[in-house]
């Protein structure tokens, strides 16, 4: 009878993989074979049923070796024989002994190392490693995505380990590279799931901030606040530039947290954080200097050391790079342990583990949500700049502005030399500060009395004054003189127009002047403006409004020492407003000699001891009587 064989090997590659499998574990005694001779046997094999599933390898080397003797092991001298197919006769010849196996060659031998050491390689790479491995700053940027509805889980891509490229279905062939049995199946961020069960929780969807649930406990206010000091906790921003920023900022930077920075294109938004970056790298007289990191997605660092040149920037610890990987970025910036990070700009960025192009919803949400989990776990500020829409809001979801602990918005013409820098969302501090800059060729300077800045120089004998009336307006805490101008001319109504104010209020003050104080501007056209586009939002504001129209009627300049606060009621009553004792000791210090004010605040400024003459008002009539007279 024929003996039956163990394995049929119908090519080199059959073989090289039973070499592999033979090295993991104890195989039973295979029968070599010569690669041109085909080894058959005489015994039948049992019907197998052809819808059954293949029987593995494996199992068949199990039994193999459960059973390792052989008919021929067992009994030499029992009657076997091997039929070999000989090529030259063209027949099937009877042997009484297997046929001899010929050396491997060397380059077999070669393909066979080559590949043990790649499945060494890649076991070595799987293995979890015994001790803790050193945490990773970019660990933060690893997506973990919650389930969706009905639990489903995460989209599997197949990814050629040859060139890189994905695919949503397995082919047998990569259509990148042309290389068979390449294609291996990609979970997105399964590689980091067995660290973050040891690391710690983080709830997607649910939580922006990853802690460490072992570690994170409840304490009581008085535990936190034990030996906590508070003038010297933040980063203080030293000079007068510094000073400006520290105000609106409440006063310093707070350590760990998410600032975002919004403002038109071209306002001066990188200029801005280049220059603070600068700063808080040189330090001040108690810290010393630090690391300081500008990422920038927009442009290179040659273009950012030129313009950091331009405004003659010399900070010895300022990094530039330019990246748009999250992943890369803090990555990179590790080894550093730097002071502040800076990122220009947030749309600019992505993830790589979660679809969409950098500057679409998911990709900012979540670029700014590994970012604050980042601070705050290193207690490194980062500096974020944003992109705003046409409608004036920062691109991208609402909840941005949730996520971050300070937005800032940088106001300013393109065409006009001042910024302000207004605080819309501040958890650190008060949102009623203003920062005033002035840009110039050497970056950003900042106005050391900013409540003269939008005033011009006339004569008092000039014409111009004429429908020229000056303002005194709060934006946050800063006080600001501002002028108003009017020009009345003959023609229909209806047909002005306004800038810099809400045209409705100044249509309703008009409507007002004409009922209550008898004013016949029927048959003329009022044109406002705002001095220095500056845009006049408060209602105290209107009593300026009124004395530009009133004068350029009645055509009776305003002499250029009096200055005007206060409300208009529909019944030509003038009203106060809030802080009234801040805006007249504003205006003290700036030389101006009268001031209009309602009636009812003048027992508030009568403590006040400044030397400037209070003008008290009733209503209109009173007030018009008051300014247009040639005693005044």
């Not at 973050?196 to 922006?208: F, I, K, Q």
């Not at 990555?331 to 979660?354: N, R």
Request: glycine share 8%; proline share 7%; with cysteine.
């Amino acid at each position: 009878m024929l003996r039956t064989t163990a394995a049929m090997l119908p090519s080199p590659s059959s073989l090289r993989a039973l070499l592999r499998l033979s090295r993991r574990a104890p195989l039973p005694r295979l029968r070599p074979l010569l690669p041109h001779l085909r080894p058959l046997s005489s015994s039948p094999k049992p019907a197998r049923d052809p819808l059954a599933p293949p029987e593995p390898l494996s199992s068949a080397f199990a039994a193999a070796a459960s059973n390792p003797s052989t008919p021929a092991d067992s009994d030499p001298d029992s009657d076997s024989s091997w039929g070999v197919f000989d090529p030259v006769a063209g027949r099937i010849v009877m042997q009484a002994h297997p046929p001899p196996t010929p050396p491997p060659s060397s380059s077999d031998r070669e393909e066979v190392d080559d590949e043990e050491e790649e499945v060494v390689e890649v076991k070595r790479k799987a293995r979890p490693s015994g001790g803790k491995r050193e945490p990773r700053w970019a660990d933060v940027a690893t997506a973990r995505r919650a389930a969706g509805k009905g639990g489903k889980a995460p989209r599997v891509s197949y990814v050629c380990s040859n060139c890189g490229d994905g695919f949503s279905q397995w082919w047998g062939t990569c259509r990148g590279c042309q290389a068979v049995g390449t294609l291996t199946k990609f979970f997105p961020g399964a590689a980091d799931c067995a660290d973050a069960d040891a690391e710690g929780s983080h709830h997607a969807g649910r939580s922006w901030i990853r802690q460490k649930s072992k570690e994170m406990v409840p304490k009581k206010l008085r535990e936190v606040t034990k030996g906590f000091d508070q003038a010297g906790w933040r980063i203080p921003l030293p000079g007068t530039f510094g000073n400006e920023i520290s105000r609106v900022l409440g006063g310093g930077v707070v350590p760990g947290s998410l600032v975002l920075v919004g403002g038109d294109p071209g306002v001066g938004k990188s200029t801005l954080m280049l220059q603070l970056a600068s700063i808080v790298s040189e330090g001040s007289e108690d810290h010393g200097s630090a690391p300081v990191v500008y990422v920038s997605g927009e442009e290179s660092i040659e273009q950012i050391a030129n313009r950091a040149d331009r405004m003659s920037i010399r900070s010895k610890d300022l990094y530039l790079y330019s990246s748009t990987d999250i992943e890369d970025i803090l990555d990179k910036i590790q080894s550093l342990s730097p002071k502040a990070l800076v990122v220009d700009s947030i749309q600019t960025v992505y993830l790589s583990a979660f679809a969409g192009s950098a500057g679409n919803q998911v990709q900012v949400r979540e670029c700014t949500s590994a970012l604050l989990s980042f601070a705050k776990m290193t207690n490194i500020p980062v500096f974020l700049i944003g992109h705003v829409t046409k409608t004036g809001d920062i691109a991208g979801p609402r909840v941005l502005e949730h996520i971050v602990d300070v937005v800032l918005y940088m106001e300013g013409e393109r065409c006009l030399s001042h910024r302000l820098l207004r605080s819309v969302k501040n958890r650190f501090g008060s949102t009623d500060e203003l920062g005033v800059f002035e840009m110039s060729e050497h970056g950003l300077q900042a106005v050391l009395n900013p409540s003269e800045m939008f005033l011009t120089e006339h004569d008092s004998d000039s014409e111009i004054l004429a429908g020229l009336a000056v303002a005194v307006v709060l934006d946050g805490s800063r006080t600001f003189a501002i002028e108003v101008q009017a020009l009345s001319v003959p023609g229909s109504p209806g047909q002005g127009k306004v800038v810099g104010t809400r045209s409705k209020r100044v249509e309703m003050i008009i409507s007002v002047l004409m009922k209550q104080a008898g004013l016949k501007l029927h048959d003329n056209v009022i044109y406002l403006n705002v001095v220095s586009g500056f845009e006049l939002t408060e209602t105290a504001g209107d009593l300026a409004i009124a004395a530009s129209i009133c004068s350029s009627f009645l055509e009776f300049p305003i002499p250029n020492d009096i200055a005007f606060i206060g409300e208009i009621g529909l019944g030509g009553e003038l009203r106060t407003v809030p802080r009234m004792d801040k805006r007249v000791m504003a205006i003290a210090k700036l030389g101006y000699r009268k001031c209009i004010v309602p009636k009812t605040s003048e027992k508030l400024l009568k403590p006040l001891d400044l030397d400037i003459q209070i003008l008290p008002c009733n209503n209109l009539k009173e007030f018009i009587n008051t300014v247009f007279r040639s005693e005044v």
